[in-house]
């Protein structure tokens, strides 16, 4: 019995020390868990038509486009049986050119929805007379095709949020607006582009870097979009062999491109009576084979 019981007070005795020695150490410190951040994606939203616009039949509509700026946004939809594709027609010429709306018309009146985008403010003040939007919170063009991206993106966004996300979308891009979008398209964007007098080579990669000479052509490797490529033989603005360049690189590395070289043709094609008919059926054809079209 004297054998058990020391045994016992053995026992209680190493618990009193092991408890003593848990009481001495500092308490670990807790994790806490922060709640959960919550972020807002920016939304498209409608607003009221600019002043002195007087084309019928669109809703218009802002949406952020980077830190202050926002992107200015016209769209129209076909009375064609839905679902039907979209083009977004990128106006990157300082401003809202209203001009834009007539060709956007066409369009619709060919089946497709269509959204304008004013992607670029105007640096000069608009004679009223000129048909143009000042887009006056939009971002400035510097010539930069990192920004080029970012910026396109968010039109993109735009239009996806006007029109529905699960729109089927193809990006069309005159002049300079030709360039940025295949600046756009050269970074994996998947959205099939037409591109119509473009400059392809000879920009910048980033604004803090001006001297850095970056060509389209040079991007290819990660352009996956479909693309057709639309030039005037006769543009004095842009020379055709920038578009022809962008076509054998496209090629060389298995792009899915077409291409259409209107001999004697100037650098607006929409605007030449010789070519417009055929300008026209080739891009709503191209869309139509890449996204589908009713009927």
């Given at each position: 019995m004297v054998r058990v019981g020391v045994r016992w007070w053995l026992v209680v005795?190493?618990?009193v020390a092991l408890l003593a020695g848990v009481a001495a150490k500092p308490p670990r410190p807790t994790t806490t868990t922060s709640a959960p951040t919550t972020t807002t994606t920016p939304r498209v939203a409608e607003v009221a038509p600019p002043d002195g616009v007087t084309e019928e039949?669109?809703?218009w509509y802002v949406h952020p486009n980077g830190a202050g700026p926002h992107v200015l946004l016209a769209t129209k939809r076909s009375t064609a049986p839905a679902p039907h594709p979209a083009m977004l027609l990128v106006d990157t010429s300082g401003g809202f050119n209203r001009d834009y709306l007539?060709?956007?018309?066409?369009?619709v009146a060919r089946g497709l929805d269509v959204a304008v985008g004013c992607?670029?403010?105007a640096t000069t003040d608009n004679d009223p007379e000129n048909r143009r939007v000042p887009?006056?919170?939009?971002p400035t063009f510097d010539g930069a095709i990192d920004s080029m991206v970012t910026r396109l993106d968010g039109l993109v966004?735009?239009?996806?949020g006007a029109l529905g996300r699960s729109t089927r979308l193809a990006i069309m891009g005159f002049s300079r607006g030709a360039s940025v979008v295949s600046a756009w398209a050269s970074a994996w964007r998947p959205e099939p582009v037409v591109l119509t007098s473009g400059r392809y080579e000879g920009w910048i990669r980033d604004a803090s870097d001006p001297a850095t000479q970056v060509n389209i052509g040079d991007r290819v490797a990660a352009w996956r979009a479909p693309a057709l490529i639309l030039h005037g033989t006769s543009d004095a603005a842009v020379p055709v062999a920038q578009s022809e360049a962008l076509e054998a690189a496209l090629r060389r590395v298995g792009v899915d491109v077409e291409s259409r070289y209107y001999e004697g043709a100037g650098h607006n094609l929409s605007g030449e009576p010789a070519v417009h008919d055929d300008f026209v059926n080739r891009v709503v054809g191209f869309v139509c084979a890449r996204l589908g079209c009713p009927g």
């Open positions: 005795a190493t618990l039949g669109f809703r007539g060709f956007a018309d066409e369009l992607l670029y403010t887009c006056a919170d939009a966004d735009a239009t996806y």
